[in-house]
C-alpha cells in the first residue's frame, strides 16, 4: 500500500476498455451530455481519435490525504500516457493472443479483423464526490448500443415515503 496509517484514499471513477468502431460513435455522441466525464478514445492506428483532456494537463484518479503530509497523488491519466498505452494495448491482441493461430489461418485473420474495428476508450468521472455519472453514462450507452431508446420510470415501492428511486429503462 502507498499510504501511511490513519489517512484517506480517495479515487474517481474510471474505466478502460475496448468498443467496437459502431460503439465507439454511440459513445462520442452521448458525451456531450456528460460534461463531468473526461474522455479519450482511439483506433489503433490513432487515425481516429477524441479526447476532451486539455493538453499537458493530467487528470488525477486517486490521491490520498495522510497526517502531517501534503496530498499524495500517485495515479494520474493524460493524453501522451493514453497513446502509449494505447500502443502496447492493441499490441497485446496480435503478439499475445494472435501468436497463437496459424498466421493464415482464419482465426488469425478473424482476431485482426477484430484488433482493426477497435477503439481503445479511457472514461474518467471528474465527479469523485458522487461518482454516479459514469455509471448512469455507461448504462445509457449500453441501452442504446442494444438498440433501446430511454425513459425514466419510479420504481416502487420506495424505502420512504418521501423517496422515490429512479430507474432507467430501455424500450426497444
Known amino acids: 500500500c502507498w499510504c501511511p496509517k490513519n489517512g484517506y484514499i480517495y479515487q474517481k471513477g474510471y474505466i478502460e476498455f475496448f468498443a467496437r468502431s459502431q460503439d465507439a460513435k454511440v459513445i462520442i455522441n452521448l458525451l456531450s451530455k456528460y460534461p463531468l466525464l473526461s474522455y479519450t478514445m482511439s483506433n489503433k492506428s490513432g487515425s481516429d481519435s477524441y479526447t476532451n483532456y486539455k493538453k499537458n494537463s493530467p487528470i488525477a484518479l486517486t490521491w490520498g490525504v495522510f497526517p502531517g503530509r501534503e496530498i499524495v497523488q500517485p495515479t494520474i491519466a493524460d493524453y501522451k500516457t493514453f497513446l502509449i498505452w494505447k500502443d502496447e494495448a492493441f499490441a497485446l491482441w ?56 430511454l425513459r425514466k420510470c419510479q420504481r416502487w415501492p420506495a424505502e420512504s415515503e418521501t423517496e422515490t428511486e429512479m430507474e432507467t429503462e430501455y424500450i426497444n
Open 94 to 149: 496480435q503478439e499475445k493472443w494472435g501468436v497463437i493461430y496459424e498466421e493464415e489461418s482464419a482465426s488469425r485473420r478473424v482476431l485482426e479483423e477484430i484488433v482493426e474495428d477497435l477503439y481503445l476508450v479511457c472514461l474518467v468521472d471528474n465527479d469523485y464526490v458522487s461518482g454516479e455519472g459514469l455509471w448512469e453514462f455507461i448504462d445509457e450507452a449500453i441501452g442504446v448500443m442494444k438498440g433501446g431508446r
